[in-house]
């Protein structure tokens, strides 16, 4: 069983010594620089989140490991949080049709562990650094069905698009029955005025991974170029 850094736990409990607190900031610092390092030439992505919990004999597996080939043949690589479930299933469609496979994995007690499609994998201690990281070398997002750990992924996103901090990354949510009740309880907050009119525009939600694909592409075409990184400095001891 692996264990959660006692460390967070500390933290968490609220003020500590200042060199405790200069020190944590410091294991952070090495934490983004380390999946920094790791990421670097990943080249252009495109990230899936996904639940941990289904099993390979599950529709939604069937779908992640169409998505990854998907993925893979549109020329992007597959980011994921690199665990079991979804996450193996859409790096297990790229890993097996020629696609660069990436998982950014996360430190827990029970349930997560890299899956074994996986060209490159980067296991982090805290979850705020690992969001980062998914988020960073993306171009789009999709959302498989999950738990809680999947709706802070996917509420993550969103938030960073409606308050402006990223611009017109496509977002878009496979499976139509299970994410209905969750779209009726955002017609509720914008009955509520909590957020905007437009604001559900921000996701796109489908049963088909044609138009899921077509839809990401057309964004990306219209807002981005897409470019490959820099190689490798060797005298940074960089690997790409």
Do not use: C
Not at 116 to 139: E, G, Q
Request: aromatic share 16%; no cysteine.
């Amino acid at each position: 069983m692996k264990i959660i850094p006692k460390g967070e736990f500390i933290f968490l409990e609220g003020p500590k010594p200042r060199t405790f607190e200069l020190i944590f900031a410091w294991k952070v610092w090495k934490e983004f620089i380390k999946g920094f390092r790791a990421l670097h030439f990943v080249g252009p992505a495109i990230t899936v989140f996904g639940g941990a919990r289904f099993k390979r004999e599950d529709e939604y597996y069937k779908t992640g490991l169409e998505i990854g080939k998907r993925i893979a043949l549109s020329g992007f690589a597959t980011v994921t949080g690199g665990g079991p479930g979804l996450m193996e299933a859409v790096n297990k469609g790229a890993f097996e049709n020629g696609g660069k496979s990436i998982g950014i994995n996360i430190l827990l007690p029970f349930e997560q562990y890299a899956n074994p499609y996986l060209h490159k994998s980067v296991t982090i201690d805290y979850f705020f650094v690992r969001k980062t990281l998914l988020l960073k070398y993306s171009y789009a997002f999709i959302v498989l069905p999950g738990g809680f750990g999947t709706m802070d992924e996917l509420y993550e996103t969103i938030t960073l698009m409606q308050t402006n901090v990223v611009h017109d990354f496509p977002v878009v949510l496979i499976g139509k029955a299970y994410w209905k009740k969750m779209f009726e309880f955002i017609d509720e907050m914008v009955a509520y005025k909590t957020i905007s009119p437009q604001d559900p525009g921000l996701i796109k939600v489908t049963d088909s991974l044609d138009e899921a694909m077509e839809y990401i592409k057309a964004h990306i075409d219209t807002h981005f170029r897409v470019a490959q990184r820099h190689k490798p400095i060797w005298w940074l001891f960089e690997r790409s």
